[in-house]
């Protein structure tokens, strides 16, 4: 059986940190609200000119190089972004130009948080189908561009980034022993637009609109649904949450991962969370977290690692994976 396997990954934040102290300079808010609300410390903010393809570019270069291939050998890229730098063409294909690819395919996909997921699992199909053996999926973001800022209950939760993995076909003996994605699961419901959207779009307001959230009501579908994909995720490959090495979950706000781990008995020390460091970076904050875990030699050859995100629309999924 053929699996994908995570040969390399990488990261890229914006050099500019902002801190909770330097957004209470400019709005009526203070580091002790944001700390308790969310956990969130510091965010990282692209400069005037940073696009999201310029840091998509840095994370799939240091995934590159960490799986030491060139880029000849990839036969697609995949971006999850809810930010593209323009409305058309895909972010992805400008990556595609600047990386010097000249074959295959590159093109977005929009899920918002859980765009990193979704691009996971549209991956692991093509490689699983034959239909290419070497994927490089990236998450990448410049949220702050979305964002209202005189809007304090949101903008003081978002940040930029990106983060980006190689994924190449291996062959595997079918079973939970495999090197590689072992499911994926993705789940949406439109009903729940108006929790959680952009006040705009090319085809309504001909703007990239602001980004517009019921805070309350999103944290509570948000540890109901993660909670759910996690559970699906383990059981369709008959795996017992307690033999799952290290949880890398979306990273929007420290109580929903206390929550989701309180209400699945997950022991709290095998979540990885960098929202202090990095805010919610949308589609970038699974694959970022991923990295910093990986790097920082939590995630080793061989753990099983579930992975979950959940976004506007609302959008959630996971992915289970033996790194
Ligand atoms: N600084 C200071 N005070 C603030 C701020 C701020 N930045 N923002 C809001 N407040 C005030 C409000 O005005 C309100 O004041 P009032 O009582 O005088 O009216 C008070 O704080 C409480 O506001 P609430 O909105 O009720 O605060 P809550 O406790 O619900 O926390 C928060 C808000 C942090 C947004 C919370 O609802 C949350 O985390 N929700 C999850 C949303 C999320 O993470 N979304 C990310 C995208 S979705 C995803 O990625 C899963």
Redesign the pocket.
């Known amino acids: 059986m053929i699996r994908a396997k995570i040969i390399g990954s990488g990261a890229c934040l914006p050099d500019n940190v902002v801190t909770n102290d330097d957004l209470a300079k400019r709005m009526?808010?203070?580091d002790e609200?944001?700390r308790e609300?969310?956990g969130i410390r510091q965010r990282y903010i692209a400069k005037d000119g940073e696009k999201t393809s310029d840091l998509a570019l840095g994370a799939a270069r240091a995934a590159l190089a960490d799986a030491g291939i060139s880029v000849d050998v990839l036969d697609m890229i995949i971006c999850a972004t809810t930010t593209p730098d323009e409305s058309f063409p895909a972010t992805a294909t400008v990556v595609q130009s600047k990386l010097g690819m000249t074959r295959g395919a590159a093109f977005d996909v929009q899920a918002v948080?859980s765009g990193f997921i979704y691009g996971l699992s549209v991956a692991d199909s093509l490689i699983r189908t034959g239909s290419a053996k070497t994927i490089l999926v990236i998450g990448a973001e410049t949220m702050s561009r979305l964002l209202d800022w005189t809007d304090?209950?949101t903008c003081?939760?978002f940040g930029d980034g990106a983060g980006a993995v190689v994924l190449q076909a291996h062959d595997g003996k079918g079973d939970n022993s495999d090197a590689g994605i072992l499911n994926t699961k993705l789940f949406s419901d439109g009903r729940l637009h108006d929790m959680?959207y952009a006040d705009g779009g090319v085809s309504s307001t001909q703007t990239a609109g602001k980004l517009r959230?019921q805070?309350?009501e999103?944290?509570k579908h948000?540890v109901t649904n993660i909670a759910a994909a996690i559970t699906a995720s383990a059981e369709a490959s008959q795996v017992d949450l307690a033999d799952i090495d290290w949880f890398v979950p979306?990273q929007?706000?420290q109580?929903?991962l206390d929550g989701t781990a309180r209400k699945l008995g997950i022991d709290p020390a095998k979540v990885v969370s960098t929202v202090a460091l990095h805010g919610?970076t949308s589609a970038a904050s699974v694959p970022l977290a991923l990295v910093e875990a990986v790097k920082d030699g939590r995630i080793k050859r061989g753990d099983l690692i579930l992975l979950e995100a959940?976004?506007g629309g609302f959008t959630w999924g996971a992915a289970l994976i033996r790194w």
């Open positions: 009526d808010t203070s609200w944001i609300r969310t948080c304090r209950a003081v939760l959680l959230m805070g309350k999103v944290f948000a979306h929007a706000n109580r929903i919610n959940m976004g």
